[in-house]
């Protein structure tokens, strides 16, 4: 699904240097790499706070924290998504509200999204599944109007723009009260260990946040709240910081292997390509999408079929994701009514994800998706 041995080849010397670096220092905890990254990050997204920590499940967990919500308070989010989304909320006693998708971004559904807020509502949590961003513009007037946080899971879409009606863009991530993200090895910028980070234009929860992260300390050795230890180590960070300016770069090879698979795929009516509000002819250029994941819905029922055939074939890919959270024996709850799933609970069965990465080779894209036309017609 991912080559990162090719990548890494291409920019072996910067990193290796880095590393080595880091190794001589001796600053292997909060070292001035993890301080350097965190201004490279800030700058690139135009965020006023980036706060690493060691991965975005703990990200997420800690922009909860962070936020002050309490047990009971319910959390909105998705059904469809990796389950580290609704397992921070279970963690913190809060409680999760799944809802449907929109069967063509796979983003959340905002008439579902204002259907399950309550008085006890206090965050929404939208996914930027697969490198999208959602539809920000809705979900902050719904959140405005009922006065609700939002927490921008952006693990899959850093690098994402979003376009306001207006034409203004503003970064994934940085778009709602807070926004997390991981740096795990095969996210779009990945390090090569575990790693996260948090992302907030507001000073005072900023201070909160970099308190929580630390043991809940403001000032050595005094504990002003309960909180976690959770960093980004100084070799992971010599690693981002190197990696961070090739990320423009990657986001765009991403897009064109995107291209070249809608392209191929366009005239096959048992596929359904992701939607992007782009013509296909300028989506390699096209900054809203930076496809984490390439997914295809298979319309026939012959997903499965297809799958074995791929690996038959020595194609990878992977089906994300193959049980609803509302269906996850964590997460199953009386409160859920199948009716309400009606896209989720149809995409299990027809998603398929491909191949993608920053080093796809027209060669490849050329056998793959030859080798799934030939098998749907
Ligand atoms: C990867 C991922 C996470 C968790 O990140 P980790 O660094 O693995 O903890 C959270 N949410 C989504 C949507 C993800 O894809």
């Known amino acids: ?41 800030e700058r690139y997204l135009d965020v006023k706070h980036v706060i690493p920590c060691a991965n975005g499940t703990d990200a997420l967990q800690i922009a909860m924290m962070g936020l002050g919500l309490k047990p009971g308070d319910e959390v909105i989010t998705v059904d469809f998504t990796f389950a580290a989304t609704v397992e921070v909320i279970g963690l913190l006693n809060l409680t999760p509200v799944l809802v449907d998708v929109e069967p063509d971004s796979f983003n959340i559904d905002i008439e ?13 949590v939208p996914v930027h599944l697969f490198g999208q961003v959602a539809n920000m513009e809705a979900i902050l007037e719904v959140a405005n109007e009922h006065n609700l946080f939002i927490i921008e899971d952006n693990a899959q879409a850093i690098g994402a723009n979003y376009t306001f009606k207006d034409g203004s863009k503003k970064k994934a991530g940085t ?17 090569y260990g575990d790693g996260g980070a948090i992302f907030t234009n507001d000073d005072d929860l900023a201070h909160i946040i970099r308190g929580i992260v630390n043991h809940g300390m403001y000032k050595r050795y005094y504990h002003d709240v309960v909180g976690v230890n959770s960093r980004l180590d100084s070799i992971q960070a010599a690693i ?3 990696k961070l300016p090739h990320l423009d770069k990657y986001c765009k090879a991403r897009r064109k292997a995107a291209k070249y698979y809608n392209e191929a795929f366009a005239t096959n009516k048992y596929i359904i390509t992701p939607k992007v509000d782009c013509d296909i002819k300028d989506l390699e250029d096209y900054d809203g999408h930076v496809f984490h994941q390439y997914t295809l819905q298979i319309t026939n029922g012959k997903r499965d079929e297809l799958h074995k ?28 009514n199948e009716e309400d799933f009606k896209v989720t609970n149809t995409l299990i069965n027809t998603v398929i994800s491909l191949p993608m990465h920053t080093e796809l080779e027209e060669e490849q894209l050329e056998f793959i998706t030859n080798t799934i036309n030939n098998f749907l017609s």
């Open 1 to 41: 699904m991912v080559d990162l041995q090719s990548q890494y080849q291409k920019i072996k010397e910067t990193v290796d240097a880095s590393i080595q670096e880091v190794l001589e220092s001796s600053a292997y905890i909060n070292g001035p790499y993890v301080k350097e990254f965190q201004a490279d990050l």
């Open 112 to 124: 579902a999204l204002k259907k399950a807020i309550t008085p006890k509502t206090k965050a929404i």
């Open 175 to 191: 778009i709602g009260h807070v926004g997390t993200t991981s740096f795990f090895p095969s996210k779009n910028l990945g390090c």
């Open 240 to 242: 981002l910081k190197a």
């Open 309 to 336: 055939h791929l690996l038959d074939n020595g194609i990878a890919n992977a089906i994300y994701y193959p049980v609803p959270l509302h269906k996850q024996k964590a997460y199953a709850d009386e409160r859920y």
